[in-house]
C-alpha cells in the first residue's frame, strides 16, 4: 500500500462520571454548558453503565473502536507485514493529536485517516479533518472523508437490519416499518451563505455549497433497502429520521425519532424497527436514547419497539474498512496533502 499507517478517528467518550464537564467542553470547543445538562448526561452515561471509577472493561465506544482497529490490522496482514492501525478521538484520550504524535515518533511519515463515522459532513467530518492536518504538520495525509455507499457498509447493515425485521413482523403478525437513523445537526451546518454561520464557533468559514450529509444518510439506508428486496422490504415499508438533537442554540434537522414513531401509531402501526446507519458501533446514542429513551416513548404510544443489533466487530464493516484502506472502494477522499504549520 502506498500509506505507512491507517488513523481510524472517532469522537470520544469520557472513562469516568466526573470527567464529564471536560468531555463536554471539548465537544462544545470550550463553551460551558449548564450544569443540570452536565448531570443530565452522567445520568444518561450512568445508565448504560459509567461509574465514578473505571470499570473492568473500557466504554463501549472506546471498547468497540479499538476492536475495529485491531480487526483491521489483523485483515491487512497484521503490522509486521502492512501498514499499522492507530485510533484517535476527537473529543477524549487518546486525543488525534496524541496519537499523531505517537504515529511521528514511531517513524510514521505518511497515513491515511477514515472516520468512523461514513457520511461526510461538516459538523463532524469537517472537525477531524482539522484535528488531523493541524496535528501533522510535514507528514503525508490522506484524508477520507466519506464512504457511505460502500455496498459492504450496506452489507453490514442489511445482515444487522435482515433477522430483528423478520423477527418483528413474524410477532406482529403484519409487515412493520423499518426506521433508519442518523445523528442529528445543527440546521445551519447543513446551509449556505450567511445562515450557514451564524452561531458558530468563531472563525467558522461561510460555505458556498450544501452539506452532503443528510444526503449521504438516506443514501446508505436506501442502499440497506435494496440489499433486503431480495427478502421482500419495499420502499414503502421504510421511513429516515435523526435522533439525538444537541442542547445548543438554533434549530437542529429533522424529522426528530419521537416525531416519527408518534407519526406512525397515528397511521396505525403496532410496531416499528430502529436501524442507526449514521453509527458503526454501540454508545450513548444507542444504548441510552434508543434502548432506554425511545423504548420509553414507544411504551407511552403502544407501539413496540426493536433495534437491530449494532456493527461492532462485524466481519463485513471490517471488510468495508479494508476496501477503504486499498482503495478496492473509492471513497471520498482529499488529495494527499502536506500540512505547514
Same mark, same amino acid.
Given at each position: %500500500? ?7 478517528? #472517532? ?8 470527567? %464529564? ?37 473500557? @466504554? ?29 478521538? &476527537?473529543?477524549?484520550? @487518546?486525543?488525534?493529536? $496524541? ?6 515518533? =514511531? ?7 477514515? !472516520? ?17 492536518? $493541524? ?33 418483528? !413482523? ?16 445543527? !440546521? ?12 458558530? &464557533?468563531?472563525?467558522? +468559514? ?16 436506501? %442502499?440497506?433497502? $435494496? &440489499? ?5 422490504? &419495499? +420502499? ?16 437542529? *434537522? ?26 458503526? !458501533? =454501540? ?8 434502548? *432506554?429513551?425511545?423504548?420509553?416513548? #414507544?411504551?407511552?404510544? =403502544? ?9 461492532? =466487530? ?15 472502494? #473509492?471513497?471520498?477522499? $482529499?488529495?494527499?496533502?502536506? @500540512?505547514?504549520?
Amino acid at each position: %500500500m502506498s500509506h505507512e499507517a491507517i488513523l481510524l478517528l #472517532a469522537h470520544g467518550t469520557p472513562d469516568v462520571l466526573g470527567e %464529564m464537564a471536560e468531555y463536554l467542553s471539548k465537544v462544545t470547543g470550550g463553551r460551558q454548558l449548564p450544569q443540570e445538562v452536565v448531570e443530565e448526561l452522567q445520568h444518561r452515561y450512568a445508565q448504560i453503565g459509567l461509574g465514578e471509577a473505571p470499570g473492568i472493561e473500557a @466504554p463501549p465506544l472506546t471498547k468497540w473502536t479499538f476492536t475495529q482497529g485491531y480487526l483491521l490490522e489483523q485483515a491487512l496482514g497484521g503490522p509486521k507485514d502492512s501498514a499499522k492501525v492507530y485510533v484517535g478521538m &476527537r473529543n477524549w484520550h @487518546p486525543y488525534i493529536a $496524541d496519537v499523531v504524535a505517537q504515529m511521528r515518533a =514511531d517513524g510514521v511519515t505518511q497515513f491515511k485517516a477514515i !472516520c468512523l463515522a461514513p457520511q461526510n459532513s461538516r459538523t463532524s467530518v469537517g472537525l477531524y479533518r482539522k484535528a488531523v492536518l $493541524d496535528a501533522a504538520t510535514g507528514m503525508e495525509v490522506e484524508f477520507v472523508t466519506g464512504w457511505a455507499e460502500n455496498p459492504l457498509l450496506a452489507k453490514a447493515f442489511a445482515e444487522r437490519l435482515w433477522p430483528v425485521w423478520a423477527e418483528a !413482523c413474524a410477532i406482529s403478525g403484519q409487515r412493520v416499518p423499518v426506521l433508519f437513523t442518523a445523528h442529528s445537526v445543527p !440546521c445551519r451546518t447543513i446551509m449556505t451563505g450567511e445562515a450557514s454561520i451564524v452561531g458558530a &464557533r468563531p472563525g467558522t +468559514p461561510m460555505q458556498l455549497t450544501p452539506d452532503p450529509y443528510p444526503v449521504e444518510a438516506k443514501r446508505t439506508a436506501q %442502499m440497506v433497502v $435494496d &440489499r433486503l428486496s431480495v427478502v421482500g422490504m &419495499r +420502499p414503502i415499508d421504510w421511513y429516515f429520521a435523526f435522533q439525538s438533537q444537541g442542547v445548543s442554540g438554533g434549530p437542529w *434537522i429533522g424529522p426528530s425519532v419521537e416525531e416519527t414513531l408518534k407519526a406512525l401509531k397515528a397511521q396505525g402501526e403496532v410496531g416499528v424497527v430502529i436501524q442507526p446507519v449514521g453509527f458503526l !458501533c =454501540d454508545h450513548v446514542e444507542i444504548l441510552y436514547d434508543i434502548d *432506554i429513551a425511545f423504548q420509553e416513548t #414507544a411504551r407511552e404510544l =403502544d407501539l413496540k419497539l426493536w433495534r437491530a443489533e449494532s456493527l461492532n =466487530d462485524s466481519p463485513t464493516l471490517i471488510r468495508a474498512l479494508e476496501q477503504v484502506v486499498t482503495g478496492a472502494f #473509492a471513497a471520498t477522499v $482529499d488529495e494527499r496533502v502536506t @500540512p505547514t504549520a
